[in-house]
């Protein structure tokens, strides 16, 4: 059972264009919302957190959206770089007691030149 | 220096070996954790041990046996390998539970 379920599983971009990869969960007791950035041959690093009582957190040209009531949260790069090319996992977790992070299947993004 | 960090980083091996993949993390975490990446780059948590005591242990074959000898490692031996074992393998550690997760680069496994 897929718990978060992401979209698109690839995505090609120009470079400056915005890329905006989406995410749906089902387990409304999920109250953290991470997503990772992946490099090949590397492991999945935090770039961007939000939890639901706010509808957006930026970190320079990363945004998270994040719609609690269609229980929907979307990842927003502006000005897209080849830089930027790598693997996108979002990822959900319920913060209490001892729980896992379920995380999406993953966006291969490639910002082409 | 690196945070979280596993050997080897590749590991090919003949179907039916036993071997191990060690971990290491020097943030001073209390929490560790395997996860298993397949071909598709799904990510799937296999263990979570916090203070040494296992507390996630999802539907994993019972060929996969973790170790935790103290908070700073966590071992990952595998018995009687089949062709479904070839993944990677990712080690992570955070402060807890509700912290975020550092990952290691992961150990390429590949069974012939």
């Known amino acids: 059972q897929q718990q978060v379920k992401q979209s698109p599983q690839s995505l090609i971009v120009q470079k400056g264009g915005i890329s905006i990869i989406n995410c749906a969960y089902e387990?409304?007791?999920?109250?953290?919302f991470p997503w990772y950035q992946q490099f090949p041959g590397k492991g999945p690093a935090l770039l961007i957190a939000?939890?639901?009582?706010?509808s957006e957190k930026k970190e320079g040209r990363f945004t998270i959206s994040f719609n609690k009531s269609a229980k929907q949260f979307s990842l927003h790069i502006m000005d897209s770089q080849p830089g930027d090319s790598a693997t996108y996992f979002c990822a959900a977790k319920n913060s209490g007691g001892y729980q896992k992070v379920t995380f999406g299947i993953g966006t291969k993004l490639q910002v082409i030149p | 220096d690196t945070a979280v960090s596993q050997t080897p980083k590749y590991l090919v091996t003949q179907m039916g070996n036993d071997k191990s993949i060690k971990c290491e993390q020097n943030l001073g975490h209390d929490t560790m954790y395997w996860y298993k990446q397949d071909s598709k780059k799904f990510l799937k948590i296999m263990f979570s041990y916090n203070n040494k005591e296992l507390i996630i242990n999802e539907t994993v074959p019972n060929r996969f046996s973790p170790k935790s000898p103290d908070k700073a490692h966590l071992n990952l031996h595998i018995n009687s390998l089949e062709l479904g074992d070839s993944a990677v393998y990712f080690c992570?550690?955070?402060?807890?539970?509700?912290?975020?997760?550092?990952f290691g680069d992961g150990t390429r496994l590949s069974i012939l």
């Open positions: 939000i939890r639901p009582d706010v």
């Open positions: 992570a550690s955070s402060k807890d539970y509700s912290q975020p997760q550092h």
């Open positions: 387990n409304t007791a999920f109250d953290y």
